[in-house]
C-alpha cells in the first residue's frame, strides 16, 4: 500500500474517533446538567407558615423529606406523637424525625411519582414537588389519583 493509500484509508477512522469522542463528552456534560438539576431540591425547607422544617435529601429510592423541627416544640419538650395514623401500631411514634418524603425522582424539571404523609390527618398522598419562582420556593403538591385533584403548598427554603 503506498503511502497516500493509507493516509487516505486512515482519515475516516480518525473522523469515527472524533466524532466519538465528541460525543462521549457531550453526554458527560449533559448528565453533569441533570445530577446538578435535580439535586437543587436538597436542603432545609420551612413548611406554610413556618410550622415545621424538612430536611430534603438523596436516598436509595429517590428523594426523601424528614421531620426535623417543630414550631410548637418548647424546648426539652418531648415531640409529639403521630396519633393521626390509620396504623393504629404507629400511633406511638415521634413526628420528629419522620420521614414525610418518600420517593421523588426528578423528570422534565420537577420531582415525581413521590409519596407524602400528612401527619395531620394521617394519610398518605401521591406527590410532586417544583421550584415556583425561584429556587427558594417549592410548590409540594399532595393528591389521589392524578395531580389536578389536589393540593399544593409552598415551602421556602432555611437561609
Do not use: H
Request: glycine fraction near 10%; aromatic fraction near 12%; charged fraction near 30%.
Amino acid at each position: 500500500m503506498c503511502y497516500k493509500t493509507k493516509f487516505l484509508y486512515l482519515l475516516p477512522m480518525k473522523r469515527i474517533y472524533n466524532i466519538l469522542i465528541i460525543g462521549f463528552l457531550t453526554q458527560l456534560i449533559v448528565v453533569g446538567t441533570v445530577e446538578a438539576q435535580q439535586d437543587k431540591i436538597e436542603g432545609e425547607w420551612f413548611t406554610t407558615d413556618e410550622q415545621a422544617k424538612i430536611a430534603i435529601f438523596r436516598g436509595k429510592e429517590g428523594y426523601n423529606g424528614k421531620v426535623i423541627w417543630l414550631a410548637d416544640m418548647e424546648e426539652g419538650a418531648e415531640a409529639p406523637l403521630d396519633t393521626e395514623n390509620e396504623d393504629p401500631s404507629l400511633r406511638e411514634r415521634s413526628i420528629l424525625g419522620l420521614n414525610i418524603l418518600e420517593g421523588l425522582a426528578y423528570e422534565d424539571g420537577e420531582w415525581v411519582d413521590g409519596e407524602l404523609y400528612d401527619p395531620e390527618s394521617g394519610k398518605i398522598y401521591r406527590c410532586l414537588a417544583r421550584f415556583k419562582r425561584d429556587e427558594d420556593q417549592l410548590e409540594v403538591r399532595g393528591y389521589l389519583g392524578m395531580p389536578a385533584f389536589g393540593k399544593s403548598v409552598l415551602w421556602e427554603r432555611v437561609k
